[in-house]
């Protein structure tokens, strides 16, 4: 089983950035074989077309890059998310990305009362997000979309159960604290 980064931000210059060239140090230093999913890089189109959404019930796409990313999150078995907050929540291409790629009978089963997750392989899975807003004020204020959705309800009907969720919030972020923060990285 492999380590896969699911990355998602355009810019080159981001902090995002930083954390994702820190992230591939750390597991080319360790010996860690990975595998980058750059959906920006990649050129990944987050959009439905009519002919997918045609196909979508029977879990299948025309997508070819759907296929290669079910394949490779197939022998996933530690994620690493790296994408910044934009409107208290993930870019587009994200959510995007899960709609596409989480296909019935690849991602999740639906024969039963409620979903059932096939991504049981994904063991551990770690959250590197960064934003412009205070932690407590997006978990308090605004809901705690990443919490309440995206782990407890996208990744649990997945079949991803263990997730960390590391955030940092970039306009309160003195560099000494960016440079921890990417220390733990």
């Known amino acids: 089983m492999k380590t896969t980064i699911l ?3 355009p810019w080159e210059g981001s902090y995002n950035h930083a954390i994702l060239e820190k992230l591939q140090q750390r597991l080319a230093a360790e010996g860690t074989e990975y595998q980058l999913i750059d ?3 990649e050129h990944f189109d987050p959009v439905f077309s009519a002919k997918d959404l045609a196909l ?3 879990g299948e796409t025309t997508d070819p890059l759907v296929h290669q990313y079910q ?3 197939g022998e996933t078995s530690e994620l690493f998310i790296i994408a910044p907050t934009w409107w208290y929540e993930f870019p587009a291409i994200i959510k995007g990305f899960f709609d596409k ?5 690849i991602a ?3 024969s039963g009362i409620s979903l059932k997750g096939l991504f049981t392989n994904i063991k551990t899975t770690t959250i590197i997000n960064t934003g412009t807003a205070p932690k407590w004020y997006l978990k308090y204020v605004k809901g705690n979309y990443v919490k309440t959705v995206f782990i407890k309800g996208t990744l649990k ?3 991803i159960k263990n997730v960390k969720w590391k955030y940092i919030d970039l306009n309160k972020a003195s560099e000494d604290k960016r440079k921890q923060f990417l220390a733990q990285v």
Do not use: E, P, R
């Not at 790629?101 to 009978?105: A, E, F, T």
């Open 71 to 73: 394949k490779i999150l």
């Open 7 to 9: 990355y998602a931000h």
């Open 108 to 110: 999740y089963d639906d």
């Open 39 to 41: 959906l920006n890089k």
């Open 157 to 159: 009907d997945i079949g």
């Open 101 to 105: 790629v989480m296909l019935k009978n």
């Open 56 to 58: 979508f019930s029977k």
